[in-house]
């Protein structure tokens, strides 16, 4: 691998590290839907604002959000919502592994 690849590949390794996450799935996937604040998703996550916090700040380092101060409050939203197309592949891989493993239990049955 040339030093080029592997900044290559490091780069695109730190976005799956963002979102290997369950909490930063879900809220990459919010995002999706619509622009959120820190104190939106401290609710719905069961989450202090400080952890919240730290959460969109992984995402947004690894370039997955972008944050808007108005007033007082900052808004974040998904830089590139098709990062989340991929969840049907994932999806998929998971609904594999399910009928692999039923198949795997009714064989040693």
Known sequence: MTPEEKLYYDARA????????????WIAE?????ECSVYSLVEPLGADFSTVSR?????????????EKRGKQVFY???????????NCVEDVIKNRIR??????EKRG
């Open 14 to 25: 730190r976005v799956f590290k963002a979102l290997a996450h369950p909490t930063r799935l």
């Open 100 to 105: 692999e493993q039923s198949g795997w239990v």
């Open 55 to 67: 959460h969109l700040s992984v995402l947004k380092e690894a370039g997955l959000v972008i944050d």
């Open 30 to 34: 919010r995002l999706a839907v619509e």
């Open 77 to 87: 939203r998904l830089r590139v919502p098709c990062i989340l197309n991929f969840m």
